[in-house]
C-alpha cells in the first residue's frame, strides 16, 4: 500500500503542476503537449485513487472532493484536445485551482473532511471568482478584506487554541483518582533502585556517549524477577535539569505505577524519588524507561530491560536479554555493545534472545547457523510458532519485543541487526555463519490459531492517522494526527470497566506508527482486513505502516487513565499521543507551562 | 505597489538564501541528531510565509498572470520539498536508516532547493523589470 500512497502523492504533485502550467502555456506551442500529459496524468491519479479506496473508505473523501471536479475539467479539456481546438480559459483556471487544492486537502485536511477545512481550502477560489465577477471597486475591496480578515481571524484562534496553558487539567472531577491506583502496600519480595544520573560513557569500540543514564550504565540495570514477586523500584533523579519517570513499557502495572508524567504523577524532579510497586503476574520481556520528556530522555539512554521469570525450578538456559538502541549520534548498540560480541554457548544447550527494540524504528534482525522459533512477542507466549531459518527475518517495531528460541548447535549463531555482518552478536565457536537474503516474518500467519475471548464489543473506535499541517503548542509545523487532531486536542477514547473494546487503525500517511497502548495488551483480529490467521497477538505495540489498517482487541480490565501513542516518540511529540479514559477515573496530574510535566 | 513588489520579492531570495545556510548549520552540527535540524524546518515555514505575501503582493500590483505564477513557484517546490521526505519514508526511509532509493528520493532535495533558488531570483528579476516599467510609464499605469 505505501507503494501507492507514493504514487498518489506524485501524480497529484505533477498533476498539479503541469494543471498550473497548462494555463499560462495555452497559447504557446507547449500548450497542447502540456494539457495532453495533465489530463493523462488526472486520469492515472483517477485510477490510483480506486485503488487507495479499496483499502476502506478513510482514504476516500479528501481524495475525491477535488478529483472529481478535476476529471470533469479533464475530460471536458481531453475532449477540446481531441477536436484539435483550445480548452476554454475558465477551464484550465479551475483545473488548476482544483489540482492545487487537492494538495491542500492532503496537507490541511485529511480524515475526516471538516467544514471548516473545505472553507479554507475553496474559500479563497470563491471569493477570487467573486471579486472578478463584482463591477463595483469598493465591493471588491470589501470581499477581500473581508475574506482576509477571516483567514487572519482563524488563523490566530487556531494558534492561539494550541497553546498549552499554563496548567491543562485533563481528567479532574468526581470519582476514583490514579494517585490512588496503585501497587500492594505490603513488604517488598524484591527491591531495586534506580538513579538516574548524567554520565559520558565508554563503548566497547572506545566510542562515548553523553548520556542520561540510570545507575551510570547502558542500558539501565537489567530487572530479572520471578512471577509473583511484588517488586519495589526506587527511582532518585540525581539529574542536572531534567524531571525523570519509569514507565513500564509492555508490563501492565496499576494507572497509578505507570509512570507517565502529567497523568499519572508528577515528574520526579531532580533531588526528588518515587517508589514504584507491581506485582509481577506475567512471565516475560519487557522494558522501561522515563516517559518526561521521553523523545528526548529515552534517545539519550534513560532505559533499561525488565524480565519477569516464570515461578519454580528452570532448566539450565541460556538467556540473554538484548536490547537495540540508536543514540542521538548514530551510535546503535545491541546490548550493550556497539561491536561484534562473541559467547561461548555449549552445543545442545536451550538458549532464548530476548531481542527489545528501545529505539525509534524498526530494526530488521536476522538470525543464522541454526533454525529457531519466535517463541513470544511482547511478552506473550505464541501458539505453536513453527521453526525458521535465516532466510526470514524479523522486523522489531519500535517498542517492540521478541523472544528468538533455539537449542545450541555445533557451529556458530549469529544475530544480525539492520545487514551489518561485522557487528551483532556470535553465540558458540567458529565461523559466523552466512546471511542469506530474507523475507519478512508475517507475525499474522506465524504458529497455530487458537479461539479468542470476545464475542461483541461494547466500544468501537477507529483512529485514523496521518501527517498534516496544525499548530502545536501555537506554532505551525507538519504535525502527526489521529483523526485529524494533535494532542491535547484528540478525543480520547472512552471506556468502562469490563468492556471489550474494538479498535481500527488506519494509517493514511507515509510514516509507519508503532502505536502502543498502555496498560493494557490488544489482541490483533485482522489487518489489511485479512483476520489473523496463525497464533492469536497480544501485543502492546503494533506497527501501522503506510496504508494499512489493523483491528485490535482489548478487555477494559485495569482501571485508569492511559496513554495511547505511537512510540516513534518524536512523532509523539509532534502530536500524536491520545488518552483511554475510564468512565470514573480522575488524575489530580496536569500538563501546561507551569506544572514540572512533558509527557513525550 | 510594483515597489512593494520589489521588496517582498527581495525578501523571498533572502529567505531562500537563509535557508540554504540553515541546512549548512543542519549538516554539520555535531553531534548530529534530529534536533540539528529545528532551525531548517522553521525556515520552511518562514520561506512559505514570505512567498505567500510576495504572491498577494503580485497580484495587488496588478503583475499579470505569469508573473504571479512565477511568485508562486517557489511555494509549490517548497510543498514539493516535503512530499521528497514523504516519499522517501513511504519507500522505506526513516530517521535512522536511509540507504538506497529512499536515500536517492530525498536527495533531491538539494537540487529541488536550487530550483526554489531559480525560481525565486526570476520572481525577483520579474518584479524588477515589473518596477522600472511602472518609471517609464507604461500605458497600465495610466489606466490603473
Known amino acids: 500500500m505505501s507503494v501507492v500512497l507514493v504514487l498518489d502523492l506524485l501524480l497529484m504533485v505533477v498533476s498539479a503542476g503541469l494543471w498550473v502550467a497548462a494555463w499560462p502555456?495555452?497559447?504557446?506551442?507547449?500548450?497542447?503537449p502540456v494539457l495532453i500529459a495533465a489530463v493523462l496524468a488526472t486520469v492515472a491519479r483517477v485510477a490510483v485513487v480506486v485503488v487507495l479506496g479499496r483499502a476502506g473508505w478513510w482514504f476516500l473523501p479528501d481524495r475525491l472532493v477535488t478529483a472529481v471536479p478535476?476529471?470533469?475539467?479533464?475530460?471536458?479539456?481531453?475532449?477540446?484536445?481531441?477536436?484539435?481546438r483550445k480548452a476554454a480559459v475558465p477551464v484550465l483556471i479551475i483545473a488548476a485551482y482544483l489540482a492545487v487544492a487537492g494538495l491542500a486537502m492532503q496537507l490541511v485536511v485529511g480524515y475526516p473532511v471538516t467544514?471548516?477545512?473545505?472553507?479554507?481550502?475553496?474559500?479563497?477560489g470563491a471569493v477570487a471568482l467573486l471579486v472578478w465577477r463584482l463591477r463595483a471597486r469598493t465591493a471588491r475591496i470589501a470581499v477581500m478584506a473581508a475574506a482576509a480578515v477571516a483567514l487572519l481571524a482563524a488563523g490566530v484562534t487556531a494558534a492561539a487554541g494550541s497553546r498549552l496553558p499554563d496548567r491543562l487539567d485533563h481528567h479532574a472531577g468526581h470519582g476514583v483518582s490514579v494517585a490512588d491506583l496503585r501497587g500492594p502496600d505490603r513488604p517488598p519480595t524484591r527491591s531495586f533502585t534506580l538513579t538516574a544520573r548524567a554520565a559520558v560513557v565508554t563503548l566497547p569500540s572506545g566510542k562515548t556517549v553523553d548520556a542520561w543514564t540510570f545507575n551510570g550504565s547502558?542500558?539501565?540495570?537489567?530487572?530479572?524477577?520471578?512471577r509473583g514477586d511484588l517488586v519495589e523500584v526506587i527511582l532518585r533523579n540525581e539529574l542536572p535539569d531534567t524531571g525523570v519517570t519509569l514507565h513500564w513499557h509492555g508490563y501492565d502495572v496499576p494507572a497509578g505505577e505507570d509512570g507517565v508524567a502529567g497523568v499519572t504523577q508528577d515528574a520526579v524532579p531532580p533531588g526528588g524519588t518515587f517508589t514504584y510497586r507491581f506485582v509481577a503476574e506475567d512471565a516475560g520481556t519487557y522494558w522501561y524507561h522515563s516517559h518526561e520528556l521521553s523523545s528526548t530522555a529515552v534517545r539519550r539512554g534513560l532505559y533499561g530491560t525488565l524480565v519477569v521469570d516464570p515461578a519454580g525450578a528452570r532448566?539450565?538456559?541460556?538467556?540473554?536479554?538484548?536490547?537495540?538502541?540508536?543514540?542521538?549520534?548514530?551510535?546503535?548498540?545491541?546490548?550493550?555493545s556497539d561491536r561484534r560480541e562473541t559467547r561461548d554457548v555449549p552445543a545442545g544447550r536451550p538458549v532464548r534472545l530476548r531481542l527489545i527494540n528501545t529505539g525509534n524504528n524498526a530494526h530488521r534482525v536476522a538470525v543464522s547457523g541454526t533454525p529457531y522459533t519466535v517463541g513470544a512477542i511482547d511478552g506473550r507466549d505464541l501458539n505453536g510458532p513453527t521453526p525458521l531459518t535465516a532466510e526470514t527475518t524479523l522486523r522489531l517495531p519500535a517498542g517492540g519485543r521478541y523472544d528468538v528460541l533455539f537449542t545450541m548447535p555445533a557451529g556458530a549463531v549469529h544475530v544480525m541487526v539492520d545487514g551489518r555482518e561485522s557487528e551483532g552478536l556470535l553465540l558458540g565457536a567458529g565461523a559466523a555463519p552466512p546471511h542469506p537474503d530474507g523475507t519478512e516474518l508475517d507475525i499474522t500467519r506465524y504458529g497455530r490459531p487458537a479461539p479468542g475471548p470476545f464475542g461483541r464489543y461494547d466500544k468501537d473506535y477507529t483512529l485514523v492517522l496521518d501527517r498534516l499541517i496544525r499548530f502545536l503548542d501555537g506554532v505551525p509545523g507538519y504535525a502527526y494526527t489521529v483523526n485529524g487532531d494533535v494532542y491535547p486536542d484528540i478525543a480520547p477514547l472512552m471506556v468502562d470497566e469490563g468492556d471489550a473494546v474494538r479498535t481500527t487503525v488506519v494509517n493514511r500517511?507515509?510514516?509507519?506508527?508503532?502505536?502502543?497502548?498502555?496498560?493494557?495488551?490488544?489482541l490483533v483480529l485482522s489487518r489489511n482486513g485479512r483476520p489473523v490467521s496463525g497464533s492469536p497477538l497480544w501485543l502492546d505495540t503494533f506497527d501501522v505502516l503506510p496504508g494499512e489498517v489493523w483491528q485490535v482487541a482489548f478487555r477494559a480490565d485495569n482501571p485508569g487513565i492511559w496513554l495511547d501513542h505511537c512510540h516513534n516518540l518524536p512523532h509523539a511529540r509532534q502530536g500524536m499521543v491520545l488518552h483511554v479514559a475510564y468512565r470514573g477515573v480522575t488524575s489530580p496530574f496536569a500538563v501546561g507551562r507551569r506544572t514540572p510535566n512533558h509527557p513525550e | 505597489m510594483r515597489k512593494v513588489f520589489v521588496v517582498s520579492s527581495t525578501l523571498v531570495v533572502i529567505v531562500v538564501l537563509t535557508q540554504f545556510y540553515l541546512a549548512g548549520v543542519g549538516g554539520f552540527s555535531r553531534p548530529a541528531t534530529t534536533d540539528s535540524w529545528t532551525a531548517h524546518r522553521a525556515g520552511a515555514l518562514a520561506v512559505m510565509v514570505v512567498v505567500l505575501i510576495d504572491i498577494v503582493v503580485a497580484a495587488l500590483a496588478r503583475a499579470g498572470g505569469r508573473i504571479v505564477a512565477f511568485a508562486?513557484?517557489?511555494?509549490?517546490?517548497?510543498?514539493?520539498?516535503?512530499?521528497l521526505v514523504a516519499l522517501s519514508n513511504a519507500l522505506g526511509g526513516s530517521q535512522d536508516d536511509r540507504t538506497g532509493l529512499p536515500l536517492y528520493v530525498v536527495a533531491l532535495h538539494v537540487l529541488n532547493g536550487l530550483a526554489i533558488l531559480g525560481a525565486a531570483v526570476t520572481g525577483l528579476r520579474n518584479a524588477r523589470r515589473l518596477a522600472a516599467g511602472a518609471v517609464t510609464g507604461s500605458p497600465r499605469i495610466h489606466t490603473a
Open chain 1, 25 to 32: 502555456l495555452r497559447d504557446t506551442r507547449a500548450g497542447t
Open chain 1, 70 to 84: 478535476l476529471t470533469l475539467a479533464a475530460v471536458v479539456a481531453g475532449i477540446a484536445v481531441t477536436r484539435r
Open chain 1, 115 to 124: 467544514a471548516g477545512g473545505l472553507v479554507a481550502v475553496l474559500g479563497p
Open chain 1, 218 to 226: 547502558l542500558p539501565g540495570p537489567e530487572l530479572r524477577v520471578t
Open chain 1, 315 to 336: 532448566p539450565a538456559e541460556t538467556d540473554l536479554v538484548l536490547p537495540v538502541h540508536r543514540f542521538g549520534g548514530g551510535v546503535t548498540v545491541l546490548g550493550g
Open chain 1, 509 to 522: 500517511g507515509t510514516d509507519s506508527h508503532p502505536m502502543h497502548l498502555h496498560g493494557h495488551h490488544v
Open chain 2, 72 to 83: 508562486a513557484l517557489p511555494l509549490g517546490l517548497v510543498v514539493l520539498q516535503f512530499v
